[in-house]
């Protein structure tokens, strides 16, 4: 199961180096997941390099703060600016980090663009699928419109295999915040690096 896992959460920080348009999203992410994929094949990168040049094409198109804030649940709005701040940095380096340790693990996947969704206005969902040697897996990455902002469009969340990595860490988050402290949290986080 990990292992189906890696190439998706490798894409999920590899696939633009700026907010889309409505009607380049298909393309951009063509264009992006295809570079991210020779940058993972080239042996001469070390594991360091290859982070960085993927981490590079990336950072823009998340919007990391709402990403922050949904899994936060909840908690966002008990916390102060000041929290909800060192919580984006920790969660944004936190996202990477689990992102770099799965580098090495990658083999010879392929991703295939099925299409675009729009569930309801304002949202969009690009479909593409995992083409490995023994199995296809689906990978929806979630796109909503940036408000007052001209057709800008960013990622907030990621179905890999039907999981939803926003859905997990808000549930990982709420379960450890039953008995503990947003500062708490915090804590935990640093410490797992």
Known sequence: MIRKLILPFILLFATCSFAMTKANIEIEMTNKIDKVLIVLKDSNLSKDEKANEIISIMNAAFDYTLMSRLSLGRTWKKISKEQRI?????????????YVDKLDLYTDELVKIIGTEEPKRNRLILKTQLVG?????????????????????????????????????????????????????????????
Do not use: P
């Open 133 to 193: 040697k023994d199995a296809k897996h689906d990978i929806n990455y979630k796109f909503y419109k940036v408000k007052n902002a001209v057709d800008t469009w960013l990622i907030y969340d990621v179905d890999l295999i039907g999981v939803s990595i926003i859905k997990t860490y808000q549930a990982q988050f709420k379960g450890f915040l039953k008995d503990k402290t947003f500062q708490e949290l915090l804590t935990h986080l640093k410490t797992k690096k």
């Open 86 to 98: 060192e919580f984006i940095k920790i969660f944004t380096q936190m996202l990477k980090d689990s």
